[in-house]
Every structure is written in C-alpha cells, then in structure tokens.
C-alpha cells in the first residue's frame, strides 16, 4: 500500500551546510495496517510524513502509494496531486478556520477533493452523524473546545474517504479524553481497512493501536517490526523501553543522563 | 491544467470568510462609508468654530504718532471689512460699481476687531506679542486725504508703514485687516480725487481683458475634469492598493499563524488554483473597498460641496473606462500583495513587506501632476503610471486616446497576470509553507537550488530577509 524506496531529503542550513533529514529510509506498510513512525526529536519523523503527504518532495528515492508512484526522483516523476487524493493528513498543531462552521469547512474540504455535490453532502451528514457533531455542526469553529476541534480535524480527515491516513503527532498537547478520541478514531480506521501511518512521542499510548513499528533516528530506519519483535529484538518488555535500547545501541550520548540533584533512579524502569 | 472548481471553492471559501472577519469588514466597508461623511463633518465643524473665533478675535494696534490715534481709529473702522461681504448689485465690475462702498454703510456684523492703543515702547511689545501690529503714519496724513482738491492742485503719495510680526498668525492677521481697511480707504480717496478733477473711471482704466466663463471653450465637464484629473489617479489607486492589503495580509500570513496553510496544502489543490482563489478574493475586495471609497466620496462631495461648487459638473463619461482600468489594476495590485505577504510568517512582517507596494507607487505617481508629462513612448507600458496618466487624460477629454487605451489595458493584464505566476510560484516553494522550520536554519535542497538559480533578481529581498532576521534577533538579545 505504501512504499517508501531509498528515500532522502536534505535541506541546506542558513550557513549552506547540507542537513540530511531523512537519509536512505525505505520501509513498506500494508494495506488495512496500523503502522508507529518513532523517533526521538529531530529523528526525520516530521520530514517523512511531510513527504508522505505530499506536502514537500524528497531529493531522491522512489515513494509510491496504492500502486501510484507519487516521486520517483530518479525519473523526474513528481504529482503530489494523485498523491494528496489518497491521503488524509492530521496534526494536532494544525487550526480550524475559525470563522467557518464544521459543516462549511467539511464541505471547502470535499469541493477541494472534487467530490461530487451530492455524495458530498451525503458524507459530511454521515460523518457529522458519527462523530457526534451535529450540536455545533452550525455554529462557527472559533469558539470549540480542544474536543470538539479534534472531532471537526478528524472528519475533515475523512472527507473524500481517503484510502491513507498520516497522522503526525495527532495527540501532542491533548487532553486526556481527546486523546482517547484520536485513538479511537485510529483504531477503527484501521477496522474499517484504512492504512494508517501515525508518528507520535507517546509511546504508550499507540502500542496497543499500532500493529507494526518502525523507529527511525538521524534520518535512517533503525529497527522495524511488532511489538513482539522488537520485544525479542531488544528484551525489553515496554515500547518506550525497546525504543530507549534501540537508540541507545547505536548513539549512547542521545539519551539524556541527567542526574538531578536529590533525586534518585532518574534513569526509568523499562 | 487548473481546476476552475477548487478555484471557486478557494474563492467561496475566502470571502465568505473574510466578510465574517471584523478586521477585513471593518477595512473593506465600515471605513470608506463612514470615513468621508465624517471627515467632512469635522472639517466643517472645525471650519464654523474657526470662524466663530476668527469673528471674536481682537487685534490690538498702536498707533504711531500717538496723538492720531483717534483719528486712524475711526478711519479705519469706518473701511474695515466685514465678514462675507456680498457682491453689489452689479457684480463685480469696477466701471460700474464705487470703487468701494464704506463699511459703515453696510449691515453690521461680527469681525474680528481692531483695538487702538498707543504704546511707549511699541516695537518690544510687538516683538512680545503683546501688540498685533503698528501702523506708523504721517502727521498730515488724515488732514491732507480728506481736504477737497482743487482741479490743478498737486498731489504727492504719502508712505505708511505696518509692523508686524510674520511668525505670529494673530500679527498677520491683524496686519490684513488694516491692509484692507487702508487699501479701501485709498482707493474712496481716489474716488472723490477723481470727481473733483471731473474725470471718468475709465480714466485710470483705459481698458480691461475680458476673460469671463463664456469666452472660455473648455466644456464645464473639461473644466472638471482637468482639476480632478491629477488628483483622481492618486485616489483611486491609493484605495485600491489600501482595500488589498488587509485580505492579502489576512490570506496569507492568517493562514499561517492560524496553522490552516498546512492543512489546506495538504488537501488535493494546486498551489496555483489556491492563489488564484485567493487572488480573486483580494482584487474582489480591493475592487468593492474602491467603489465604496469612491461612492461615499463622490456623494459627500456633491452633497457637501454642491452648493459652493454650482460649477461642478463630473465628466461622466470618463468613468466607465476608468473603472475599465481600475480592474487590471487591481489586479496586478493584489497579486503583488500576496507574493509579498506569502514571503511573511506573520502580520508585522507582512506589512514591512508591503510597505514598498504602496509607497513606491504613491511616490512614482507625483509625475502625474508635472505638466508637460504625457502618455507617450516607454510611458505607455510604465506600470501603474501609464494607467494614471490614462486616467487624466481621459478625464480631461482628449481625443484619440483608444490606442493609449489598449497598450495600457493590455500591458496591465499582462504585468497582472505575471504577479499571480509570481504569487503562485512563491507560494508553492517548501521555504515559504514551512518558514518556521526554515527559521530554524533549514532550506530544502530543492528551494535552494532553485534560489541559486533565481539569485539575481531576488537578492535585495532575501538580503532584506536576511536583515530583518538579524534586526529581530538582535532587538531580542
């Protein structure tokens, strides 16, 4: 379903030194699969996404989605646009337009995926309907909850019934009980046979969500399989612990050893 | 190939959510309705109470020598003008009218007055503002203007000096109103010289130049139109550039700090089909924030001034290919706002980015009103300012202007058009959706290249760019 060949992105630095964001990252995710993109800050989780949606090109390598490849740098193939129609991207960071009710912003959103008129309203009542939105579909986005945006974020997701999902840190800064939403959500897409591809910090919480994991540090793909895998792989029993292991074998110094005066065992059981 | 239908979607989507934002309707429409109504209220107002003041107003005056004080005064009282003075029944010709008819004679109302003193050391009270002025005449000034002159008696011109204080407004105002008082003084003086010696008018005017309104060709419209001609272009090119800014700015930078560009990016558009929509969004507000600015003005104008300006009749028919004009215009001013607001992460940037938009056209501008500069040669295609000179000369009625026409309306297309390609591609560059990460040091591999290859003519504004950051960064620190 997703395929990401040989991929590379480097960015040049205000002082013209190469910045190599993702570096030589190949990994190949399923259809239906929930699939963990980890890494700590800086990993190139953000960037791989990014060029997962569409939104940025890599400098080199092959990424191809439900059989259409979107780049191919190789072959000057670039059409984000083929790309874009498959995919439904979300963000915690990103806004609503305040000033548009979720009905109006559900519908901008399906114009723009050119879904036809009447599918389209059929859609939006469908998804209104099933994330509970109806009581302030009408009402104008600037005033919402942090809940209620996420539920508007989520449905302008599946406007268009994408195929893919990218989820980039879908829960960062989310309360306790949004989260469960975004969780849920990711949960029964993958139910409901959508592939998803989720990068996130809270370990915890997508371990039981995600089928298959693959950790990624300075750009390259540095373990991959399910949690028993990498369980086995590392004899750690958390996620969090098999993610601290993996990083920890191949650069030491990214791990913070901060010794905090008058506490102890900061170093955390795994 | 552009897709007209994400295109108006885009466009649907912007203005209905700028007519929801109170900065954009505030700017687009609250403003030019109410702004010139106002305007010409409190400049009416002030122009009444001005008045009132004016009219309470008192002068003090030394009289010097002392001892022809009194005889000055009542002199001078006698000829100070009064406020508004109607003409006389037969207008304003000299031949047929008193060289003057005596204020004394005549309604008496409000002025300012004239209170004569004599002073010691006048001169040091003037320079203390203590006195508006001094009028320093000769002893035999009075007794020598009113006695009867024999037909062959000599005269001589007897000199009269006024001190003032020209920095002090109240001085110079004084310094009129006996400028007035003396002038109408000499000129009944004259009168009386005149019927003594049994003389005619005509005798000190042998003859005189008519050049009253009907020996003048120009139609009243061509009258008009020559004094708005200048001053029009200015205007309508200064609303339209201030009616795009606050949506350019709102579309783009709002998107940003709003976190929305990223998702709106995401969804399957062409950077191309979301500037466009955009686009359309600016040049319709910008258009409909001009014709609002210009309504409102023109019917303050005529309800205002109408009855002062019984001479004012608007070349109409200048209008419809102005507005013609104004459309590209507009345009190519839209377009140009985004390209520059697309390069901002936020308002403050955004409108030190637009500040040459609007400030170098308003500065370029000012050859409209140097006579002798016409629509001619490289002038026809000088961006923004063949449109203003088209614009005069279409208001001052020449004749054979539809080629002029069509080398500005195309050319101002085209430079339109050329501003959306420029809007579209900066829009479309991975450093400008993603300043914020470019902030943090980083350009893509691809926008860099692509800024080698575009060096040359984008270097001044990314040195700008590069300024900028460097002042903000050191303001920080």
Redesign the interface.
């Known amino acids: 379903m997703i395929e990401l060949q040989d991929i590379h992105k480097v960015f040049l630095t205000h002082e013209g030194r190469e910045l190599r964001a993702v570096d030589g990252l190949s990994l190949r995710v399923g259809r239906g699969e929930i699939y963990g993109l980890l890494g700590p800050n800086g990993a190139g989780k953000t960037t791989t996404l990014r060029m997962l949606a569409g939104l940025i090109a890599p400098t080199s390598g092959r990424l191809a989605v439900d059989g259409h490849v979107a780049f191919d740098m190789s072959r000057h193939v670039e059409d984000p646009l083929s790309l874009k129609h498959r995919i439904g991207f979300l963000t915690a960071k990103t806004g609503l337009y305040g000033r548009l009710t979720p009905r109006e912003l559900l519908r901008y959103f399906g114009e723009l995926r050119g879904i036809p008129r009447a599918d389209l309203e059929a859609q939006i009542e469908k998804l209104i309907a099933a994330l509970g939105i109806g009581e302030f579909a009408d009402r104008r986005c600037e005033g919402f909850s942090t809940g209620q945006q996420q539920r508007v974020q989520i449905a302008r997701t599946l406007v268009g019934e994408p195929p893919v999902l990218v989820l980039d840190e879908p829960t960062n800064g989310l309360d306790v009980l949004t989260n469960q939403l975004i969780l849920k959500f990711i949960t029964e897409a993958g139910r409901g046979g959508r592939t998803v591809v989720i990068s996130t910090h809270h370990l915890d919480e997508v371990e039981e969500v995600c089928q298959r994991f693959g950790l990624i540090h300075k750009g390259r793909l540095l373990a991959e399989g399910t949690l028993d895998e990498l369980r086995a792989t590392t004899g750690r029993e958390r996620l969090s612990g098999c993610f601290r292991e993996l990083v920890a074998r191949v650069d030491p110094e990214a791990i913070p050893q901060v010794a905090l005066p008058g506490v102890a065992g900061g170093g955390g059981a795994a | 190939m552009i897709?007209l239908?994400?295109v108006r979607?885009?466009f649907v989507?912007e203005m209905?959510?700028s007519l929801?934002?109170r900065r954009t309707l505030f700017a687009t429409i609250i403003v030019p309705v109410l702004m010139y109504p106002l305007m010409m209220l409190v400049v009416s107002e002030a122009a009444q109470v001005a008045k009132a003041k004016r009219a309470s107003e008192q002068y003090r005056v030394a009289v010097q020598p002392p001892e022809l004080r009194a005889q000055v005064e009542a002199l001078v009282q006698t000829y100070l003008p009064r406020e508004e003075e109607a003409p006389g029944p037969a207008g304003d010709d000299p031949a047929k009218t008193p060289l003057l008819q005596p204020a004394a004679e005549r309604e008496p109302e409000e002025a300012p007055q004239l209170l004569f003193q004599t002073s010691p050391n006048a001169t040091e009270a003037l320079k203390a503002g203590e006195l508006q002025a001094i009028l320093n005449v000769p002893r035999e000034f009075v007794a020598l203007l009113d006695a009867p002159l024999a037909p062959d008696e000599r005269t001589e011109t007897l000199d009269i000096q006024l001190f003032y204080d020209g920095a002090e407004h109240r001085s110079r105002q004084a310094r009129d109103l006996l400028h007035e008082a003396l002038d109408a003084y000499r000129k009944d003086v004259l009168n009386r010289r005149l019927a003594a010696r049994d003389l005619e008018h005509s005798f000190l005017l042998p003859f005189r130049i008519d050049e009253g309104r009907e020996y003048n060709v120009a139609s009243a419209e061509k009258q008009t139109g020559s004094a708005l001609g200048t001053l029009l272009p200015l205007l309508f090119i200064f609303v339209l550039i201030t009616g795009a800014l606050s949506p350019a700015i709102d579309l783009t930078v709002g998107e940003k700090e709003?976190?929305?560009l990223?998702?709106l990016?995401?969804?399957?558009?062409?950077p191309l089909e979301v500037i466009a929509g955009k686009f359309l969004t600016v040049a319709t507000l910008a258009m409909l924030n001009a014709c609002l600015n210009l309504t409102s003005f023109t019917l303050t104008f005529l309800a205002v001034g109408a009855d002062r300006l019984m001479d004012f009749h608007f070349p109409w028919s200048a209008l419809p290919a102005t507005l013609l004009l104004l459309l590209p215009l507009g345009f190519f001013f839209s377009a140009l706002m985004l390209a520059a607001c697309s390069f901002a992460t936020n308002y403050k940037e955004a409108q030190v980015f637009v500040l040459p938009i609007y400030v170098v056209p308003m500065i370029g501008l000012m050859v409209v009103t140097i006579p002798g500069i016409e629509l001619e040669g490289p002038l026809l295609v000088a961006p923004v300012l063949n449109t203003a000179l088209l614009i005069r000369e279409l208001f001052l009625d020449r004749p054979n202007l539809l080629q002029p026409f069509l080398f500005v309306l195309v050319s101002t297309c085209l430079y339109a058009a050329a501003a959306v390609a420029l809007a579209a591609r900066i829009f479309a560059r991975?450093e400008v959706?993603?300043q914020r990460k470019a902030r943090c040091?980083?350009?893509?591999?691809?926008?860099?290249s692509g800024l080698r290859r575009t060096r040359s003519s984008e270097t001044r504004f990314w040195c700008w760019r590069w300024f900028s950051r460097r002042g903000s960064t050191f303001r920080a620190a």
């Open positions: 897709d239908l994400k979607a885009v989507k209905r959510d929801r934002d709003r976190s929305t990223e998702t990016i995401a969804a399957p558009v062409r991975e959706l993603f040091g980083c350009f893509s591999a691809g926008a860099s």
